[in-house]
């Protein structure tokens, strides 16, 4: 018997969502366009720049195929600024995420993993929604493409930290009425507070129903004792 699956995606399935982001790549040798569900590729030509699903891209680098070229948001010095935005300048709110596309009236609004937001030329103060496990993903696997791979390491641990915690601070001053904001939270962010975000806000909920049954109780006696006192007045 299969054990019930927890709501929401785990960690490796939104890792694998991010394989489906959009980065570029300089590649090393000369490839024909492939047919793919998403869509066909463009034909890989040295040394010019080309772009690819991340999970193409990672397989070409496994293979020495090609070099993966790093969003400008995980250079460190956009890391650092994006940390001091989170600690300094704005404590409570998030760091605004990339702007999307303007959308024709009658289209579909585009939103991730169709935003190109991981490529060279996305936005270099602005974290996308894959932020985190895409740069988890090229430290992994295209450490030698980053500028300084310890540093972005580390301030994407910092990062992280501050930006958990954030949330945790919102979650504290809920009360059973409320609703968390996670506007600008990433994917693997709202993966790992899930659990914690819906066991406060359950309990919260379960507290606030037994003090509304309390209530109830509390004026039916109110109610009880104040018909009471009628009946006594009446009889005499």
């Not at 406060?200 to 509304?212: F, H, N, P, T, Y």
């Given at each position: 018997?299969?054990l019930?699956?927890?709501?929401?995606?785990?960690?490796?399935?939104?890792?694998f969502?991010?394989?489906?982001?959009?980065?570029?790549i300089?590649?090393r040798?000369?490839?024909?366009?492939?047919?793919?569900?998403?869509?066909?590729?463009?034909?890989?030509?040295?040394?010019?720049?080309a772009?690819?699903?991340?999970?193409?891209?990672?397989?070409?680098?496994?293979?020495?195929?090609?070099?993966?070229?790093?969003?400008?948001?995980?250079?460190?010095?956009?890391?650092?600024?994006?940390?001091?935005?989170?600690?300094?300048?704005?404590?409570?709110?998030?760091?605004?995420?990339?702007?999307?596309?303007?959308?024709?009236?009658?289209?579909?609004a585009?939103?991730?993993?169709?935003?190109?937001?991981?490529?060279?030329?996305?936005?270099?103060?602005?974290?996308?929604?894959?932020?985190?496990?895409?740069?988890?993903?090229?430290?992994?696997?295209?450490?030698?493409?980053?500028?300084?791979?310890d540093?972005?390491?580390?301030?994407?641990?910092?990062?992280?930290?501050?930006r958990?915690?954030?949330?945790?601070?919102?979650v504290?001053?809920?009360?059973?009425?409320?609703v968390?904001?996670?506007?600008?939270?990433?994917?693997?962010?709202?993966?790992?507070?899930?659990?914690?975000?819906?066991?406060?806000i359950?309990?919260?909920?379960?507290?606030?129903?037994?003090?509304?049954?309390?209530?109830?109780?509390?004026?039916?006696?109110?109610?009880d004792?104040?018909?009471?006192?009628?009946?006594?007045?009446?009889?005499?």
């Amino acid at each position: 018997m299969a054990l019930p699956l927890p709501p929401g995606l785990t960690p490796s399935e939104v890792s694998f969502l991010c394989e489906m982001e959009t980065v570029t790549i300089v590649p090393r040798q000369r490839l024909e366009g492939l047919s793919l569900l998403g869509g066909p590729t463009q034909a890989l030509h040295p040394p010019q720049r080309a772009l690819l699903p991340l999970w193409l891209a990672l397989l070409l680098k496994r293979q020495r195929r090609a070099n993966i070229v790093p969003p400008p948001w995980l250079h460190p010095s956009s890391l650092e600024y994006l940390l001091k935005y989170e600690m300094e300048i704005s404590r409570e709110a998030f760091s605004p995420g990339p702007p999307l596309p303007h959308s024709p009236a009658g289209t579909e609004a585009t939103s991730p993993p169709f935003v190109l937001s991981a490529t060279a030329d996305s936005p270099e103060k602005a974290l996308p929604y894959h932020w985190l496990e895409m740069g988890e993903i090229l430290l992994d696997a295209a450490s030698d493409d980053l500028i300084e791979p310890d540093t972005v390491r580390r301030l994407l641990r910092d990062l992280r930290e501050t930006r958990l915690s954030k949330i945790r601070a919102g979650v504290a001053v809920l009360d059973a009425s409320s609703v968390v904001s996670l506007r600008g939270v990433g994917g693997m962010e709202v993966c790992e507070s899930r659990g914690f975000i819906v066991g406060v806000i359950d309990g919260l909920r379960k507290i606030g129903a037994s003090q509304e049954q309390a209530r109830r109780e509390r004026e039916a006696e109110e109610g009880d004792a104040g018909a009471a006192d009628d009946d006594d007045d009446m009889e005499e």
